[in-house]
């Protein structure tokens, strides 16, 4: 094994000290959330949570659970992210699809066409009559159909497909395969990465997304997602319980960690997916990027 030089040892010890900088930097807000979310209330109001839990109480979780437009917008939210990933990844995999076919005579004109797409883009009032001519104003799918599918995610799937051997594709046709039973077949059971990669990153859109519930659904407030709550929640500082659950002043000193325990319930159910995907993220992004 090759010993490594002073210098190298600087590098890697620099490294080191970065990467735990950065982690540190990356880790304290999640940790200061989550302490103030389960932390007593007097502490949280007192401001002596700088780090680590004072105290340690419930309460804050059992109120908002207890407010059933938390559990309405959290199912919308679900929905939301379920149906438009769905949505979302179809539509790149049946897209990309064809674009990696060489023999594909509108291969390299609908290519052109997507990659503009990503450098020019429709305006707000455009979308906002398309959306109402459509009918879908006021509507779940005004939330999962405009954003079905991005140019950039369409790419990295086309590059990845052009990647598969052509043996595989020209074996198939000669068992008589249609374009269809190809895609599904061969193809999908070799995308395992990419489809990971890009379900993650739908679904972290769609998790994420407020500012079209926002723009086209104003007049339906049981169809507004988890992320329209947290908003109100925290900038126009709406009351996350109902307020003649509990007493005027007992309100007042918890409704502060109210705002953290929202937080909390809202990035719980990303931490707990991103572990099992985040594996996929080099191997999808290298070989949906890569072509040798």
């Not at 970065?18 to 007593?40: E, N, Q």
């Not at 020209?170 to 068992?175: C, G, H, K, L, V």
């Not at 890009?198 to 723009?215: E, G, P, R, T």
């Amino acid at each position: 094994m090759k010993r490594m030089s002073v210098s190298d040892k600087v590098v890697t010890i620099v490294n080191y000290v970065l990467c735990f900088i950065i982690a540190c930097i990356t880790a304290y807000p999640l940790i200061y959330v989550f302490s103030m979310s389960i932390s007593r209330p007097e502490a949280v109001v007192s401001g002596t949570v700088k780090l680590l839990p004072k105290g340690f109480s419930l309460q804050a979780f059992k109120l908002v659970f207890s407010n059933m437009e938390v559990w309405r917008s959290y199912y919308n939210t679900i929905w939301y992210t379920v149906v438009g990933t769905a949505i979302s990844v179809l539509l790149t995999l049946m897209a990309a699809y064809p674009l990696s076919r060489k023999q594909f005579c509108l291969r390299k004109p609908l290519s052109v066409f997507f990659s503009i797409s990503m450098f020019f883009t429709g305006t707000l009032v455009p979308m906002y009559l398309l959306i109402n001519n459509l009918g879908l104003y006021n509507t779940r799918w005004a939330i999962v159909l405009p954003t079905g599918a991005a140019a950039y995610y369409i790419i990295i799937a086309r590059t990845f497909f052009s990647g598969i051997s052509d043996s595989l594709y020209d074996s198939a046709r000669i068992d008589g395969a249609g374009e269809m039973k190809i895609l599904w077949k061969v193809y999908m059971p070799l995308s395992k990465p990419v489809i990971s990669v890009l379900i993650l990153y739908y679904a972290i859109q769609q998790w994420n997304s407020y500012f079209n519930a926002m723009i086209y659904l104003p007049g339906r407030r049981d169809l507004q997602p988890l992320q329209i709550y947290l908003m109100k929640v925290l900038i126009n500082n709406e009351s996350a319980v109902d307020g003649g659950a509990m007493g005027s002043a007992a309100q007042s000193m918890i409704s502060t960690q109210l705002k953290y325990v929202v937080i909390v319930v809202a990035l719980i159910p990303i931490l707990c997916v991103y572990p099992f995907l985040q594996k996929y993220f080099t191997t999808g992004m290298t070989l949906g990027a890569v072509k040798e």
